[in-house]
């Protein structure tokens, strides 16, 4: 008799090792692209950044462009951008939060400008 119900285990320090792991992957790249460019952006240089092998970046990340999503996520957590300001009058409010925000993240946008995140 075959019984269609799996037994699913979880592990709550698995789950930590991986999601630490998935971070270290993600900051790895996020310091590579403080450096280089993303042209010279590559998975082994990441997984030797992070500490993993090659074959565990890809394990958590299948596709670079789900590597590079995960990245723009990180970005946007840790340096939101600030918000907009809505006209010219409102410019004048903003202009000190906006230069404040550039001091904080300069190596960020300086990665952002050469890269297409």
């Known amino acids: 008799m075959k019984s269609d119900d799996t037994r699913t285990y979880q592990s709550p320090a698995r789950e930590a090792k991986a999601a630490e792991t998935r971070a270290a992957i993600v900051e790895a790249l996020f310091e590579q692209l403080h450096s280089e460019s993303l042209t010279d952006f590559s998975v082994p240089k990441v997984a030797r950044r992070a500490g993993v092998s090659t074959r ?3 394990r958590y990340f299948p ?4 590597l590079l999503a995960a990245v723009e996520a990180h970005v946007a957590e840790v340096a939101p951008e600030p918000q907009v300001p809505a006209d010219a009058t409102d410019m ?3 202009v000190g939060e906006l230069y404040a925000y550039f001091d904080r993240n300069r190596g960020l946008i300086d990665a952002q400008s050469r890269t297409r995140l």
Not at 63 to 66: F, I, K, P, V, W
């Open 56 to 58: 565990t970046v890809y």
């Open 63 to 66: 596709t670079r462009d789900d």
């Open 92 to 94: 004048a409010a903003h």
